[in-house]
Every structure is written in C-alpha cells, then in structure tokens.
C-alpha cells in the first residue's frame, strides 16, 4: 500500500514560520493534484493548498499570501511554507494525492496527519 509520510509540525509562536514536508512510500508516475488539507477540532477538514499536476495552484483565501505550497513530481514530494502562522492555523495538517498513478495502480493517497499549534 502506497503511503505519504508527513513531517514538520509542531508548535510555533504567532507570526512564526514552520514548513510541512510529504513523501510517498513508492513512486507516483502521475497524479491529478497533490495538496494540503487541515482539520481544526470540531471542525470538518478544509483544503489549504493544491498543485494541479497541470501547474495550475489554488490557494484557500484564508492563506493566500502566507502559505506556499510546493511539489516534486520527480520526487513525489511536496512541500507546504508556512509563514506568519496565526493561532487559527492551529489544525491537523494532511496531505493527499489525488488520482496517484502508481506500480499498484490509480489511487487517492492521505497522509496520517501533523499537527500544527500556533500559540504563544
């Protein structure tokens, strides 16, 4: 089973910066999207950034301009810059791979999941 193995949370203080990293267990020759979601307690998970294998980025207006979201598709990496961090950052960070094209086949790839605390 292909898996994405996340890295880079942890706790910040407002205005601090953390930088998420993603890998797949096994190569992804294709994929539609790879992006990050967030889910807050109580909250339902909402989508943060996703690069469309196309080039094409969509950002949450919530992030724009502080968040950067960057893919390896050589790698099967991608990465998500975080820049001033506000406490309503504060969620469980997942990344996904949407429509993976891998050695077992077509599949939709989620992380475990980190968690990101902006406090200070």
């Known amino acids: 089973q292909v898996q994405l193995v996340e890295s880079g949370g942890g706790l910040v203080q407002p205005g601090g910066s953390l930088r998420l990293s993603c890998a797949a267990s096994?190569?992804?020759?294709?994929?539609?999207?790879m992006g990050w979601y967030r889910q807050a307690p109580g909250k339902q998970r909402e989508l943060v950034a996703r690069?469309?294998?196309?080039?094409?980025?969509f950002y949450a207006d919530s992030v724009k301009g502080r968040f950067t979201i960057s893919g390896d598709s050589a790698k099967s990496t991608v990465s998500l810059q975080m820049n001033s961090l506000k406490p309503e950052d504060t969620a469980v960070y997942y990344c996904?791979?949407?429509?993976?094209?891998?050695?077992?086949?077509?599949?939709?790839?989620w992380g475990q999941g980190t968690q990101v605390t902006v406090s200070p």
């Open positions: 096994e190569t992804i020759f294709s994929f539609h999207a």
């Open positions: 996904n791979v949407d429509r993976a094209l891998t050695l077992r086949g077509q599949v939709d790839i």
């Open positions: 690069e469309f294998s196309s080039g094409g980025i």
